[in-house]
């Protein structure tokens, strides 16, 4: 069977650009500022940004181009041995899936909301009390009862996420990235034009880039910085090996994965001086420092963005147009993150695309209703947490020593730089051999030594150990169960 293919080179930059830019960029970059001393966050994601986020994009783009699969098959490819990884991908990028298409809910949930602004002037208490229906009683483990006003909106999110997969890499899923990203940048930039008019925008942004040089030493800073890299590019979580193999045979690896992380970072940077000059208008209205405007980090786009839209002229055309925009950042990442699980099951059953993608959206639809219940904020709060920051920077420190040291990644380097205008030089794999793993070795080191001793944000230690660590370990002990399988089976045949 013949492999598809991308249309043209900019049909797979904006789609690579556009699972790279999701909610993470505007949802949850500003918040890993916000919570990590502003400016100083800066310098560690500038560097995380060099030392991992290009080599690695540019490693993963080789590797799908080389090997030509989906995760499981790559790492199939490499070595037998290490097809567990490939799965253990996949089965990360799908229990993000099922939580991330809960945001995009409320996101066109908001979008309907923004043509009358009936969130009200005290978006907080709305977003927490009244639409998330969030009661004193509900847990990760309590979810309480389905909340349709959120289950509808995402059971559409799931119907366009089915509809682009269905149809394929040329059909579907490069036609809606060419229409929904430029939509995306070009409304941003309008909104912050306007913005930063507003009386204190300009403290907020002072608060995003003068740096808070005592934060620099905490390892907790760095650990956002890298992680954040990581959850925003996409890559370790199966997506861009999926992805490249669908490039044609002659590809400029090098550039593409350049644009890549830089549009990516620029976009996710412009996306912090929107937020922040909200803020700071925020701040200045309540008469409050900056800090204490946002009661939570995950509601940031939820609290602030709606609060900004209520100061607008023509908040009916403005707000709808910036939830829109908000709405595409979240389905072109569910559409990727949905095609790396698909592509994946068509490689392994040599099931045809329409039944692969008709089972992981059917399935994922059903288990993604858990995060449409009272405490499915909750419930997102803590699987996001064990996903971004353990079960994630575990498959990139993996993946990295498998081919930094296991595997020679002399060769990936040969490949890219053989088709690529442009070669890389010893840099790539001084990255990827030493400064990546060292610096993913202690932030992973720290977040697991931390979570087991401190827990993580006040939830009980039953729901730790079964929706947080029974969750990983689960993840881990399934993916070496199919290695085993299918090394059975390949002995067998």
Request: glycine content about 10%; hydrophobic content about 55%.
């Amino acid at each position: 069977m013949k492999r598809e293919q991308w249309g043209s080179r900019a049909g797979f930059i904006l789609a690579a650009v556009g699972s790279a830019i999701g909610l993470g960029n505007i949802w949850r970059f500003p918040y890993m500022a916000y919570e990590n001393g502003g400016g100083a966050f800066f310098i560690p994601y500038l560097f995380a940004m060099l030392t991992a986020g290009i080599p690695f994009m540019i490693m993963e783009f080789g590797m799908g181009h080389k090997y030509r699969g989906a995760a499981p098959r790559v790492f199939a490819r490499l070595n037998s041995k290490f097809e567990w990884l490939g799965w253990f991908q996949v089965m990360l990028a799908a229990i993000i899936a099922v939580y991330y298409v809960a945001v995009i809910g409320w996101a066109i949930s908001y979008f309907n909301m923004s043509f009358t602004q009936s969130w009200g002037s005290d978006t907080n208490a709305y977003f927490f009390s009244e639409f998330l229906q969030l009661g004193g009683d509900n847990g990760p483990s309590k979810l309480g009862s389905i909340q349709w006003h959120i289950a509808i909106p995402m059971a559409i999110a799931w119907a366009i996420t089915f509809a682009a997969i269905f149809t394929g890499v040329k059909g579907g899923i490069e036609r809606a990235s060419k229409i929904m990203m430029p939509l995306l940048f070009l409304m941003v930039i309008a909104l912050i034009a306007r913005m930063i008019m507003l009386p204190g925008a300009l403290d907020g942004l002072n608060y995003l880039f003068e740096p808070d040089f005592s934060k620099i030493a905490d390892p907790k800073v760095w650990s956002a910085a890298y992680g954040q890299i990581f959850f925003t590019l996409s890559v370790g979580f199966s997506i861009m090996l999926a992805y490249s193999s669908y490039l044609p045979e002659k590809s400029d690896i090098t550039n593409n994965a350049f644009m890549t992380v830089l549009i990516n970072c620029g976009f996710s940077i412009i996306a912090g001086i929107l937020i922040f000059a909200i803020l700071g208008n925020m701040a200045h209205e309540q008469a409050k420092p900056l800090t204490e405007v946002v009661s939570s980090g995950v509601g940031l786009a939820f609290v602030t963005i709606p609060s900004a839209i209520n100061l607008l002229p023509a908040p009916y055309i403005l707000g709808p147009v910036f939830f829109f925009a908000l709405v595409i950042a979240g389905l072109s990442s569910h559409i990727s993150i949905i095609e790396a699980v698909t592509s994946a099951f068509i490689d392994k059953l040599n099931l045809s695309r329409k039944v692969a993608a008709s089972l992981v959206c059917g399935i994922g639809f059903v288990v993604s209703m858990s995060f449409a219940t009272n405490g499915g904020l909750l419930l997102l709060d803590l699987v996001d947490y064990f996903m971004n920051n353990i079960a994630l920077l575990a498959s990139c420190l993996i993946e990295l020593l498998i081919m930094g040291w296991i595997i020679k990644l002399s060769d990936i380097h040969k490949h890219v730089n053989n088709i690529s205008e442009f070669t890389i030089g010893n840099w790539f794999e001084i990255c990827l051999k030493f400064i990546s793993p060292l610096f993913l070795l202690v932030i992973l080191g720290t977040n697991i030594y931390t979570t087991i001793t401190e827990g993580y944000g006040g939830y009980s230690t039953s729901d730790l150990m079964m929706l947080g660590w029974g969750l990983v370990a689960a993840m881990l002990v399934s993916a070496v169960l199919i290695n085993k399988a299918s090394k059975n089976n390949t002995q067998e045949s």
